[in-house]
């Protein structure tokens, strides 16, 4: 919205631009509404206006499957590195504080400990593979 002042003929008024589209523009002229038609050409915006389509929810329920095992946790690398040793296999149950592998990170080897009890689901690294901070590691149950 624009605001201006205008003085025609001695007399003072308030002129609000709330829209201007085409060649119609809707204003206020003292706190009256109107909307005026524009007889010159309208220049066009150098700003692109984006159009999107309207976002439909097609889905009814969620695609994420619940497992009826246990909850799922997900052990992830501390630092990016490179994997040394995975120490542990698929269905073993390990301990809290367990080591379940060793990363080289910053040229020094790093235990990957188990944060909590429970049994590994997937292994998602391989001994040689590089991996990020933050990148799953490991799935236990």
């Known amino acids: 919205m ?5 003085t025609i003929k001695g007399n003072k008024y ?3 631009i709330s829209s201007f589209e085409n060649n119609i523009a809707e204003i206020e002229v003292n706190g009256t509404h109107y909307s005026v038609e524009v007889h010159q050409e309208v220049k066009k915006s150098k700003t692109p206006t ?18 009826v095992g246990g909850v799922s946790f997900a052990v992830k690398a501390p630092l990016p590195g490179t994997i040394l040793s995975v120490s542990v296999n698929v269905g073993d149950s390990v301990k809290r504080g367990q080591e379940l592998m060793i990363m080289e990170a910053m040229k020094m080897e790093n235990k990957v400990l188990a944060e909590k009890d429970g049994t590994i689901k997937s292994i998602k690294v391989n001994t040689g593979d590089a991996v990020l901070q933050n990148d799953v590691l490991i799935e236990m149950e």
């Open 50 to 67: 984006l159009v999107r389509p309207e976002v439909v929810n097609k889905r009814t329920e969620s695609k994420i499957k619940k497992s």
């Open 2 to 6: 624009k605001k201006f002042d205008f």
């Open 14 to 16: 308030e002129v609000e």
